[in-house]
């Protein structure tokens, strides 16, 4: 029996045509492992390549990983690296192919986004608040310079005053806490705080207070200068470990400001820190009136990106880029070092490997994707693999 046209041309021109695929749903109760065993037994049935469903890092306990947090790392949900070559290695020995669902067009609205985090900790400044189609300049003149969050079990006030809003010390640096949520503190907002801190250190603690001085200093300068950001938060991380007086004097600061369920004026301050930051905590069921950043349709949780731009498709799109580079000089990363992807961080290919056509022109973008509406208030672009948003053929 002749095998079908459609399985004899699978690779044209260089090319590769995939003819019968299979959807494989990755999550952390089908990993990468999980999917090496099942090949043998699709190529059995005829199926020329997997479709899988997005391979980034996705919000801690998604399901399905649309909801993507970081496009340049792998979902450790699903395995190390070194599963995910295996996985890839046994396609290429079978003869399939690998379709990768990417969803370019939004993340999860989540602040295991370190994207989203930087920009609700730093507003415009931020380098990537150009990644998201934010409106900073809303009709409401409250939300000006902000974005709202609607994530509040009830209006803002009766949450506040419950306590339920609270100024903590969380992972070395101050927070907003909101039950499991840690929402950042604005480096210019957090520098009364380190004052109030200082006083209450007294005179005894002279040194310490100098090294809060020159904290405070870096922290008023790290608007203008990520690295200022970074350098005063790594010395007041390091001067809160090696100090109990610092340690102590910081607790009892964020206790006053936290205020008093019995007595509602004592959230006056706390009220104040919170009006000083780049995001507004709001009750969620205002999302639909007030929301000032694109969706995925109308989902809160996910919030849309600027694929539009240049920078952002660089960004998004570095890891795969690279996959298709070590691909194509048959070189998968983390094979030479047999090291797992680290969280955060993207490992380099030993070598440079230069494409001898750029690997961009693999990519088909979906006109809808690029038309220029980046202000619309939803736009709905599609971006499932084949489905005309970028599809990647491994």
């Known amino acids: 029996m002749s ?109 295991s986004n370190r994207w989203l985090f930087d920009v609700l900790e730093n507003g415009q400044q931020s380098p990537f608040a150009s990644y998201f189609d934010i409106d900073w300049q809303p009709l409401k003149s409250d939300l000006h310079d902000k974005i709202i969050l609607p994530i509040l079990g009830d209006h803002y006030a009766s949450v506040l005053e419950k306590g339920e809003l609270q100024l903590v010390w969380d992972d070395d640096t101050l927070k907003i806490a909101y039950f499991d949520k840690m929402f950042p503190v604005s480096p210019a907002s957090s520098t009364p705080i380190l004052e109030n801190v200082m006083n209450e250190l007294g005179a005894g603690s002279q040194a310490i207070s100098s090294q809060i001085k020159a904290i405070i200093s870096d922290a008023e300068d790290s608007n203008s200068n ?67 950043y694109r969706r995925f349709f109308d989902v809160n949780e996910l919030i849309s990106v600027r694929m539009e731009s240049a920078d952002v498709f660089a960004a998004a799109h570095e890891l795969v880029i690279r996959w298709l580079a070590e691909r194509e000089s048959n070189r998968f990363a983390g094979r030479s ?53 970028w599809d990647h053929r491994l």
């Open 226 to 292: 990520k690295l200022r950001l970074s350098s005063w938060k790594l010395a007041l991380r390091q001067l809160h470990n090696e100090s109990h007086s610092l340690q102590q004097a910081i607790q009892t600061v964020l206790g006053r400001i936290n205020g008093n369920v019995d007595s509602p004026q004592t959230f006056n301050v706390l009220h104040d820190l919170l009006q000083k930051q780049h995001y507004r905590l709001a009750y969620w069921k205002v999302g639909p009136q007030e929301i000032n």
């Open 3 to 111: 095998k079908s046209p459609g399985l004899r041309n699978t690779r044209q021109q260089g090319r590769r045509t995939p003819c019968t695929t299979y959807r494989l749903q990755f999550n952390a109760g089908f990993t990468f492992k999980d999917a090496t065993k099942l090949l043998p037994y699709l190529k059995e049935l005829g199926i020329t390549d997997c479709y899988a469903s997005p391979l980034f890092k996705a919000t801690p306990e998604s399901k399905h990983g649309y909801d993507v947090c970081d496009f340049q790392v792998l979902n450790p949900n699903l395995g190390t690296e070194d599963d995910f070559n295996e996985f890839t290695s046994r396609l290429r020995e079978l003869g399939m192919g690998l379709v990768l669902d990417l969803v370019p067009n939004h993340m999860g609205m989540n602040l």
């Open 337 to 389: 070092s047999g090291r797992p992807l680290e969280s955060g961080t993207v490992s380099r290919p030993a070598a440079k490997y230069i494409p001898q056509k750029p690997i961009q022109d693999r990519f088909r973008l979906s006109p809808s994707l690029c038309s220029g509406r980046k202000n619309t208030h939803e736009r709905r672009a599609s971006s499932r693999g084949l489905a005309g948003g």
